[in-house]
């Protein structure tokens, strides 16, 4: 039996420039999320028309540079073209529309799937999302996490042999569906990199992210998807990306070269030096 999603639950898909191919939609359909969808753009986007013309009142428009004025960008170069800005308007949006739990949801999603952990690493497409989106807003709401977030393909590189396909646990990181609430609100920071900034630097204050490894999303590969964040990624590659982590943390990330075949610089977290340690009780001084 399908589960019905609060009346107070949203799901905000962030875009630019894409207004005929936001693949998310498709997904959030065929895997049977029947709830409040909008799709999130800023007033910078020159294809802004066309979004209003095919969605009509299911699109939200944000004042980009307002908000920019609003966090730590990490840089001071003249270029605006992530989702960033997006991302912490979505605080704000959620307000203005009346509701209190929301998820942030790229635009290139092809596939929400079950991972199962049987006698290896397994997958299934989900078509009953909103009973999922139900029990992940549940979980949410029992923890004092500032965001939870579904598993990516790439955390289960290497298959059954893969970490996260041997335990069920939640995972110290948070990436790309952000599940949120206007009770706990916080700004991602890095204009770049900025997920990874957030949950590393907020980690470190104390705020809780976690990934549920047994839901995950399929995407697109960035770099074939036109438009969104492909051409900043295609203009400065990992390097760049992965140093704005290091600015933000540096006493626990590092740049490392990563990937079998095709190597690439990439961010890497040491998270015992990351994020505060609770201790047992038994190491308690009397």
């Not at 609060?6 to 962030?14: N, Q, S």
């Not at 204050?205 to 900043?232: A, C, E, H, W, Y």
């Not at 990992?238 to 626990?252: G, N, Q």
């Not at 994020?275 to 001084?285: D, G, Q, R, T, W």
């Amino acid at each position: 039996m399908q589960t019905k999603l609060p009346d107070d639950f949203a799901a905000f898909i962030l875009t630019h420039g894409r207004p005929r191919n936001i693949s998310t939609l498709n997904s959030l359909a065929s895997s049977g999320y029947t709830g409040r969808v909008y799709i999130v753009i800023d007033n910078e986007d020159a294809t802004g028309d066309e979004y209003k013309a095919l969605y009509g009142d299911k699109v939200i428009v944000f004042d980009k540079r307002e908000i920019a004025k609003t966090f730590d960008q990490g840089d001071n170069f003249n270029e605006r073209r992530t989702i960033i800005y997006a991302r912490n308007a979505c605080f704000e949006i959620a307000k203005q529309i009346g509701v209190k739990y929301f998820i942030q949801l790229d635009d290139d999603y092809t596939c929400f799937q079950y991972r199962l952990y049987n006698s290896g690493l397994g997958y299934m497409k989900i078509h009953s999302l909103d009973s999922v989106m139900s029990v992940l807003l549940e979980y949410y709401k029992l923890i004092p996490a500032a965001s939870i977030a579904m598993a990516q393909g790439g955390d289960f590189i290497g298959g059954k042999q893969s970490p996260h396909a041997k335990h069920l646990k939640p995972l110290r990181k948070c990436m790309n569906t952000f599940i949120c609430s206007t009770d706990r609100p916080f700004q991602f920071v890095g204009r770049i990199n900025e997920d990874v900034n957030t949950y590393v630097w907020r980690g470190s204050q104390g705020r809780l992210f976690f990934t549920i490894p047994i839901v995950s999303i399929v995407q697109k590969t960035t770099q074939k998807n036109k438009g969104g964040m492909s051409d900043v990624y295609l203009m400065s590659g990992t390097y760049l990306k992965s140093f704005y982590t290091v600015m933000y943390a540096p006493s626990c990330t590092k740049i490392k070269l990563m990937g079998d075949k095709h190597k690439r610089l990439h961010h890497c977290i040491t998270w015992r030096n990351a994020v505060p340690v609770i201790l047992c009780e038994s190491v308690k001084k009397k």
